[in-house]
């Protein structure tokens, strides 16, 4: 079912989702520090890599029809404050793009980029989800992390998806579907990764 929004109160909520979610897991990273070491873990790195994964996990849930609305792309380049999912990837490809190259993109180059950020989400999301996995410290728990993170980037995808005056009901579907096929999945992994390790004679 597709809802009519108010492009403005929809980036203003967005804006609202992040600084929360953004809260929380600076603290996360912060209690991670505190436990670790600075030497083995930072904070800010770790916030860093929630914006990549942020920015990724929207970009796909938005461009998923062949399309990228401007006023969706504009939301998703400027409310995360730590990371810019670009200058990351340039850092790293020979190709260089920006984010105006999203929108106005054709299907057949969406689909290229869709196939670029895959491959990027899955090594960042895999850092992302050990530094959660590893998380039982000062009264958090790793599935409460989790819990507070999947809500976070739930809230922000269905406000951004309506920045453009429309949230489509494909988009709502599209938004549960990567919550729990790619953030659900990457942290099942990371919690039997971490297990594994935690057995004897296991690598």
């Known amino acids: 079912m597709n809802e009519k929004t108010n492009p403005v109160e929809s980036f203003d909520r967005a804006a609202e989702h992040y600084s929360l979610v953004e ?9 991670i520090e505190e436990a670790m070491g600075k030497e083995n873990f930072q904070s800010e790195i770790f916030v860093r890599q929630f914006d990549f994964v942020l920015q990724i996990i929207l970009l796909k849930v938005i461009t998923a029809d ?23 990837l340039n850092a790293n490809m020979q190709d260089k793009i920006s984010w105006e190259s999203f929108a106005g993109a054709d299907i057949q180059r969406l689909a290229a980029f869709s196939s670029m950020l895959d491959t990027s989400l899955d090594n960042i999301l895999a850092n992302f989800m050990e530094s959660v996995a590893f998380v039982d410290v000062n009264g958090e728990t790793k599935e409460r992390v989790f819990i507070e993170i999947a809500n976070g980037v739930d809230k922000i995808a269905t406000a951004v998806a309506g920045v453009d005056g429309l949230i489509e009901g494909s988009e709502r579907f599209r938004i549960y579907e990567s919550i729990i096929s ?14 594994q390790k935690s057995q004897p004679g296991k690598a």
């Open 23 to 31: 809260k929380y897991v600076q603290s996360v990273g912060d209690k």
């Open 66 to 88: 062949g399309e990228a609305d401007w006023s969706e792309i504009f939301a998703i380049k400027n409310i995360p404050q730590h990371g810019d999912i670009t200058e990351y």
């Open 182 to 195: 790619i953030l659900r999945k990457k942290y099942d992994e990371a919690v039997e990764l971490l297990f």
